[in-house]
């Protein structure tokens, strides 16, 4: 039974006295590796992340010694809640990842079991090789944990499941020692004597085994007591003998600890053409994959209609997904399958997809496939396939898709079938199934809509009964693909009979008599609808909250046929909608990417669950529902959990826009510091943060004092005595305070900034107008930058207005006496001082909604500042107005683009002397206004604009500032963006955000400008 229990003190410090790595028994600590990608949800006892084998070694020693069970874990990334478990979980991601050995000659490798699979073939591809089971989660999955679920990738048609790539497997047994589990011919010790056991059994169990194993490739249920008499589609070896690691294959962590893994490598296709056939009938899609396959495709990969309506509506996949369309306008097919071909040389590839066309013309479906030679539109295309399930779960409300069946594998012939009849037992039960994926080998993903909460479990139970009925009519496998866990283990007897169950059984009392790995898994499983063991179980409850952003847009329902959510706000949140914004987190762990993309970059740096996107959407879903240690009463999001969680988050928005479920923890970053904040107080760092609006304009007017403030940048001492004071680090410059401020000093000849004020009826009389924000940072800091805007947007003839406070606005605070700037509140916000933002941001958006309602274009310079209207100002209470100023806001260069584009801007620009390097703010990334940049760059001759590929900077407003984060936020600088800049000390370096050109400056000595200044240099 799931149990909150920790480990005992006494057995925790013996492991804190013995292990290098971390061993972590807090409550928040234990509850972030409490869930996997499943429904389920068990505290571990502890967790240990071990520097090294001798930690894990320690570890197993540990807790053999006080009988306390172990869970090894990879990515936590599994659906059937196979990594969830009352046990000490030992987590191999951080440290326990080297890639031990390559033979490209022999094309093997040797790996530790917590790495990364994208980061393996990253590292293979110099060689030519890659290791070809391509899981869905290539970014997440370990290879430890592969093989313990015996995952299958998208191409196993082709190269197999798990099982059929793994040659050895180095493990730990449950007394300790050390066994090489390979050839069983040439095995010996413990290894060759459980080798001999299980040919025992199996010999004994021919005919069971004969009669009960599926016949399909897609088995995963058990344990592979089919080595000895093999019964899959596709043999495990080529030659017909029998390995012993393929017993280990698929053990989810029941039977041994695998400590190193050797692996069956394969040549990287040089050549790769992708048919999309478009169906306007799913039955079609599926009685057509049994001919497809018959061409010899790498891949047939099913997406239905559902998926491709929510691609089309994800800002993030829209253009991809209809390049896949054969008319990207018009209807949405009612399903594509993905077809790939592969191979040495281009042209017979073409030839392959040529015969798909025929085929289908044959089949009487002419002129339904698109071709797709494309490489790198193939590549987004299959992003967005392998983004299937997290496009579903985006659906906001209680009712999420549910992976119980989801995996069920049927022969070809049958697969048009048995998808109809289930669809039918979806509609029985009042819900529907979006189906996906490997239609090549017949296991179609489908999750039906189910409210775990209410009454899910039930209707899970009952689909569950009518589904195995299909897949034993159709002679299919009930656990296809993700494993056997909490959800499926219940029904391996049902596949293979009771005489195969006890042998399963002895198998696991041979390899681990006292019942450390895993318990609970594949032998003696629970109920799959026992709700004990559910994440959201009927009893769940909310601690009611008052928040002080709009979380409306998630407190909704939804509607399991349609989909369709109710209105906002009637969801019946308790905490008004936080919670459920919380609880869009599926736990896919999509977050702990390394590759393209900003997402998550405190993670990317310690490597932490905590400091991970999903590590704070675990804390704050326990905080909300009173599964922390907080005390009675307590506000749970003012908790030292809580805090510690977002402590490293840096707002920086990427898994607003990565996150396939668009878990926007930035934004609850906001929420949590003004509850933090309110209750302990804001520090003097905090207040100068925050306040720099408001003293900036005072500073810059009186004589004298920018120049002795800027003096703290040059004598260590003073920077020593203020980071005493305030908890600023002396380690970093401060920007340079300045007398001529953008409102001090003229424009131009021509103007000052008085002189740029229109109302919104005379600016829509112009033919070229617009509004040009001058936030805080430009207007005291580095006033060249809005200079430069405007001399580009005048050379190009357009009429400007400059937000600038009236008097009527002026009587409100003091800084708006001395100022005639507004402010977008960015300031306030990052001190979690959300009433001061709302005022302000609200008095900007009062002043912008006129001209945006003329349709009037409002531009900006500073990504952060822009970007807030188009985020935090809609969740503020200002209606309409903010919604219509949103609309009309844009970064300089996008507006620029956007009037290239439609001819209505003409820049006279020189050749450019070097080349550029451009570096995206994370608030540009995303909102997609990094495209933009560059394709304005392109306007300027030999400019030859190129992208860093990077996270986040690392500074993120006042974050690289801080004294407890100036380490991580270097870090962050060098993961990427530091070691490109210092490696083309010949190029521009352009940097819109303040703070990342600041980070550039300190960290390699350069001056990185704003694209505005690039512009403006580069005017004939
Ligand atoms: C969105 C999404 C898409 C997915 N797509 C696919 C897909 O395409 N194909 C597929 O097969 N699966 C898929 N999965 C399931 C899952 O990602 C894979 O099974 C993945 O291989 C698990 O890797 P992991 O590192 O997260 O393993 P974990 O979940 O951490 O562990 C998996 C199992 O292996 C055991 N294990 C881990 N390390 C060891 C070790 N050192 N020794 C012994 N046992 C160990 C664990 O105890 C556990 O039982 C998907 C999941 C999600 C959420
Ligand atoms: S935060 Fe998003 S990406 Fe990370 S695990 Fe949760 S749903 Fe997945
Ligand atoms: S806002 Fe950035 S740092 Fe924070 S959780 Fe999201 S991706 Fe990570």
Not at 349 to 375: F, K, Y
Not at 459 to 471: C, D, F, I, P
Request: aromatic share 6%; with cysteine; net charge neutral.
């Amino acid at each position: 039974m799931p149990t909150k229990t920790a480990l005992p003190p006494e057995i925790s410090s013996q492991l804190q006295k013995h292990i290098r790595g971390q061993v972590l028994t807090d409550t928040p600590s234990r509850g972030r590796y409490a869930t996997d990608a499943s429904i389920y949800q068990q505290f571990p006892v502890g967790v240990v992340i071990p520097e090294d084998a001798a930690d894990i070694e320690t570890a197993l020693a540990v807790a053999r010694e006080h009988s306390i069970p172990v869970l090894p874990r990879g990515g936590g990334t599994s659906q059937c809640g196979q990594t969830t478990g009352v046990a000490l979980v030992i987590d191999n991601s951080k440290a326990f990842r080297k890639i031990l050995q390559v033979d490209p000659a022999k094309a093997t490798a040797e790996v530790e079991p917590g790495l990364v699979l994208d980061h393996l073939n990253a590292n293979l591809k110099k060689h030519g090789l890659w290791y070809p089971v391509d899981v869905s989660t290539g970014g997440q999955a370990t290879i430890g944990g592969m093989a313990g679920n015996n995952s299958c990738g998208s191409r196993s048609l082709a190269y197999g499941n798990m099982v059929h790539n793994v040659l050895g497997i180095d493990a730990w047994l449950a007394d300790g020692q050390l066994a090489q589990f390979g050839n069983y011919g040439q095995s010996s010790g413990t290894a060759k004597q459980l080798g001999d056991f299980v040919k025992g059994l199996a010999n004994r169990l021919q005919p069971e085994i004969e009669a009960m194993f599926p016949k399909v490739m897609r088995r995963v249920a058990g344990y592979n007591l089919d080595v000895f008499h093999p019964q899959s589609e596709l043999p495990y070896t080529k030659d017909g003998s029998v390995n012993l690691a393929h017993l280990l294959v698929g053990s989810e962590g029941t039977l041994a600890y695998f400590k190193s893994l050797q692996l069956k490598l394969a040549p990287l296709p040089q050549h790769k053409v992708l048919g999309i056939v478009n169906f306007s009938s799913f039955y079609r899609a599926m009685d057509s994959a049994q001919h497809i396959v018959k061409l010899g495709p790498t891949a047939v990969e099913l997406v239905d209609r559902t998926m491709i309506d929510l691609a089309r509506h994800n800002p993030s996949f829209k253009k991809t997904i209809e390049s896949a369309l054969i008319d990207a306008a018009g209807p949405t097919p009612e399903a594509i399958l993905l077809v790939e071909f592969s191979g040495e040389a281009h042209a017979p590839l073409l030839e392959r997809a040529a015969a798909l066309n025929e085929l289908m013309s044959d089949l009487g479906l002419a002129n339904t496939v698109v071709s797709m030679p494309d490489a790198a539109l193939q590549k987004n295309l299959w992003e967005v396939r392998k983004a299937g399930l997290n496009i579903m779960m985006s659906l906001k409300g209680d009712g999420k898709p549910v992976s119980f069946i989801e995996d069920c594998a049927v022969p070809l012939e049958h697969l048009a079938e048995y998808t109809s009849a289930l669809t039918e037992v979806f509609s029985k039960y009042g819900s529907r199934g979006t189906w996906y994926a490997h239609a090549s080998v017949g296991t179609l993903h489908v999750r039906p809509i189910l409210d775990m909460r209410r009454d899910g479990a039930q209707k899970m139970r009952a689909m569950a009964e009518e589904a195995s009925e299909l897949v034993r009519r159709y002679k299919g496998a009930y656990s296809g693909e993700h494993g056997d866990g909490l959800c499926r283990g219940e029904w391996i007897t049902w596949q293979f009979g009771p005489k195969i169950t006890d042998a399963l059984r002895e198998i696991k009392h041979a390899f681990d008599p006292d019942n450390l790995f895993n318990p609970g898994k594949i032998i003696d499983p629970p109920k799959m609808d026992d709700s004990s063991y559910f994440r959201f179980p009927p009893e769940y409850k909310i601690i009611p909250l008052k928040t002080n952003l709009d979380w409306s847009a998630w407190n909704v329902q939804n509607n399991p046929v349609t989909e369709e959510t109710s209105a906002p706000g009637s969801g019946g949140d308790p905490a008004l909608g936080f919670s459920k914004a919380v609880e869009m987190c599926n736990n896919n762990g999509h977050c702990r990417k390394f590759d393209a993309g900003t997402m998550c970059p405190s993670y990317r740096v310690t490597r932490d669950e905590k400091h991970l996107t999903r590590g704070r959407a675990n804390t704050l879903r326990l905080a909300v529902s009173g599964q922390l240690d907080a005390a009675p009463g307590e506000d749970p999001l003012t908790t030292t959990a809580v805090k510690e969680a977002m402590d490293l988050c840096v707002s920086c928005k990427a898994c607003r826009r990565e996150c396939p479920t668009g878990v926007d923890m930035a934004k609850m970053k906001v929420e949590y510091l003004s509850h933090y904040k309110k209750r302990h107080g804001h520090t003097l760092r905090d207040r100068l943060v925050a306040h720099l609006p408001h003293y900036a304009p005072m500073v810059s007017r009186i004589p004298g004092l920018p120049a002795l403030l800027n003096i703290r940048n040059r004598i260590p001492a003073i920077a020593k005595l203020q980071e005493w004071i305030t908890n600023i680090s002396a380690e970093r410059t401060l920007p340079i305070w300045r007398s001529d401020t953008f409102w001090n000093a003229p424009i131009d000849s021509a103007a000052s900034a008085a002189q740029y004020r229109f109302t919104p009826e005379q600016l829509q009389e112009e033919s070229k107008a617009v509004v040009l924000l001058v936030d805080t940072f430009n207007a005291y800091f580095e006033n060249e930058n809005v200079h430069a805007a405007i001399q580009v947007l005048r050379a190009a003839g357009y009429q400007i207005h400059i937000p600038q406070m009236d008097t009527a606005y002026s009587a409100s605070t003091t800084e708006q006496k001395c100022s005639k700037q507004f402010c977008c509140g960015r300031t306030y916000l990052a001190a979690g001082m959300v009433d001061e933002a709302k005022a302000r941001l609200g008095a900007l958006v009062d002043h912008l909604a006129p001209y945006a309602e003329r349709g009037i274009a409002i531009v900006g310079l500073e990504p952060s500042c822009l970007f807030t209207l188009k985020d935090e100002a809609l969740v503020m209470g200002f209606g309409q107005k903010a919604v219509a100023v949103s609309q009309k806001a844009q970064l300089l260069e996008e507006f620029l683009v956007d009037e290239f584009k439609s001819g209505k801007l003409k820049l006279n620009l020189k050749p450019a002397d070097r080349s550029v390097l451009f570096h995206g703010h994370c608030h540009q990334k995303a909102f997609a206004a990094v495209a933009p940049a560059l394709e304005l760059l392109q306007l300027i001759p030999n400019a030859n604009p190129t992208l860093i590929e990077s996270s986040c900077c690392g500074m993120a407003g006042s974050f690289g500032y801080e004294v407890e984060h100036i380490t991580v936020s270097k870090q962050m600088a060098e993961l990427s963006l530091l070691p490109a800049v210092r490696l083309a000390p010949d190029s521009w370096v352009v940097a819109d955000g303040t703070s990342c050109r600041h980070q550039i400056h300190d960290g390699t000595q350069r001056e990185a400008l704003h694209i505005a200044r690039i512009l403006a240099a580069h005017l004939q």
